[in-house]
């Protein structure tokens, strides 16, 4: 199992948010996974502007699946003791497999120059067979960030053409 990052520097910034990861990469390949095994890493997240809040979410671009392995693996997200994705959440049961298709997935709001710690854990099925046994799957987790600032910035509004000027017309004489 592994969650591609940088081989060097855990601390990355994606737009206004710097965002330090327990290791690089998140998950390693050489962690030996058995039916029933679950393992938890963390990633704080910062918001770096001190005046706009940002929405937060994570997107995972899947580049590796053997054995189909990410449809026996669980994934789950939480802050502090609130599961925010997977089992224990409004979104149910949650499985690599699904992650990997997920647009992004919305976390929270994080105020002006907030930290906060997020918990990602992956869990096999105790259940799973021998079939996808030396299986792989790989992805890169990206997080993404969104201004959610009330003071958006107005759009140009068009103009008006310019009315034409009347001419006066010329009027004529009264007879005598």
């Known amino acids: 199992m592994l969650v591609g990052q940088p081989k060097q520097g855990i601390v990355q910034a994606f737009g206004d948010l710097e965002v330090t990861f327990q290791s690089a990469p ?11 095994k679950t393992l938890s890493k963390s990633v704080i997240i910062k918001n770096t502007n001190n005046f706009h809040a940002t929405m937060v979410a994570m997107k995972a671009i899947h580049t590796e699946d053997s054995k189909e392995l990410a449809t026996v693996v669980s994934i789950t997200i939480g802050n502090n003791s609130i599961v925010l994705y997977g089992e224990g959440s409004s979104t149910g049961k949650k499985y690599l497999s699904q992650f990997f298709q997920e647009e992004k ?9 907030m930290t906060e710690s997020f918990t990602i854990s992956l869990a096999m099925d105790g259940n799973a067979d021998n079939a996808h046994q ?27 053409p310019p009315i034409p000027t009347l001419k006066p017309i010329p009027t004529l004489k009264p007879l005598k």
Do not use: H, M, R, Y
């Open 134 to 160: 030396g299986g792989k799957t790989q992805f890169d987790l990206n997080i993404l960030s969104e201004d959610v600032s009330p003071f958006k910035p107005i759009k140009a509004i068009p103009t008006i």
């Open 105 to 113: 997935v919305v976390l929270l709001e994080l105020k002006p120059a």
């Open 26 to 36: 998140l998950f390693s390949s050489t962690e030996a996974w058995f039916p029933g």
